[in-house]
Structure formats: structure tokens, C-alpha cells
Nanobody
Framework: QVQLVESGGGLMQAGGSLTLSCAAG????????MGWFRQAPGEEREFVAA????????DHADSVKGRFTISRDNAKNTLYLQMNSLKPEDTAVYYC?????????????????WGQGTQVTVSS
């Protein structure tokens, strides 16, 4: 059974930093494209960042480029999202997801497994 468990969310003031983690189990982590998505109240889930299985290819949404960085540690079966210069509009539930596709993708429909999410709240 595949499990993706996010952690590291919390309440932060604007301008601060947080690092999210996603611990993966029940899948061969190093073979999956991994992604971060977020969903604010009343909004659709949106792409944040994705990374190829070996970590060599990354994609970040325009709204987070230069502030957020996705990374992974295949030896630890863990995905990370370093978030700097946080803004109130970054407030959302953040989800990690795994895709069997061999290329980095942004669409939620291409991801096969999802975590339960972790809340990030940024105050102004």
C-alpha cells in the first residue's frame, strides 16, 4: 500500500521560510516523478513543483519560481519543498504526489498517488 505523508507545515509570518517533507512508502520511490501541489479554500488544486526520478529535472510554477525549491533524497525516500520569502497568498494545504510517467508533469490527472496534505498559513 502506497503511503505519502507530508509534514513541516505551520503558521509563519510573511517573509519567513518553511521546509515541507514528504515521506514515501510502499512504492519504488526512485522510479517516480514527484510533485507538490497546493489548494486554498474555495480554489482548485494547483501545481507548485515537480522533480524527475533522479532529481536532474525540476519544474516550478511561475508563482513560486525563485522562492520555492523542490528536491528529493532517494536514499531516504523523501521529497522536500524549501519555501522562502513566504507570502499570504501561499496559504494553502500542500500535497505531495507521485506519478508513474517518465517525464515531469504539472497536471493533477497524471499523478497516481497523493498524500493527505499539510496546512501552511502565512500571516501578513
Amino acid at each position: 500500500q502506497v503511503q505519502l505523508v507530508e509534514s513541516g507545515g505551520g503558521l509563519m509570518q510573511a517573509g519567513g521560510s518553511l521546509t515541507l517533507s514528504c515521506a514515501a512508502g510502499g512504492l519504488i520511490f526512485r522510479t517516480y516523478v514527484m510533485g507538490w501541489f497546493r489548494q486554498a479554500p474555495g480554489e482548485e488544486r494547483e501545481f507548485v513543483a515537480a522533480i524527475s526520478p533522479n532529481g536532474g529535472n525540476k519544474d516550478h510554477a511561475d508563482s513560486v519560481k525563485g522562492r520555492f525549491t523542490i528536491s528529493r533524497d532517494n536514499a531516504k525516500n523523501t521529497l522536500y519543498l524549501q519555501m522562502n520569502s513566504l507570502k499570504p497568498e501561499d496559504t494553502a494545504v500542500y500535497y505531495c504526489a507521485a506519478s508513474r510517467l517518465p517525464v515531469v508533469v504539472q497536471e493533477t490527472t497524471h499523478y497516481n498517488y497523493w498524500g493527505q496534505g499539510t496546512q501552511v498559513t502565512v500571516s501578513s
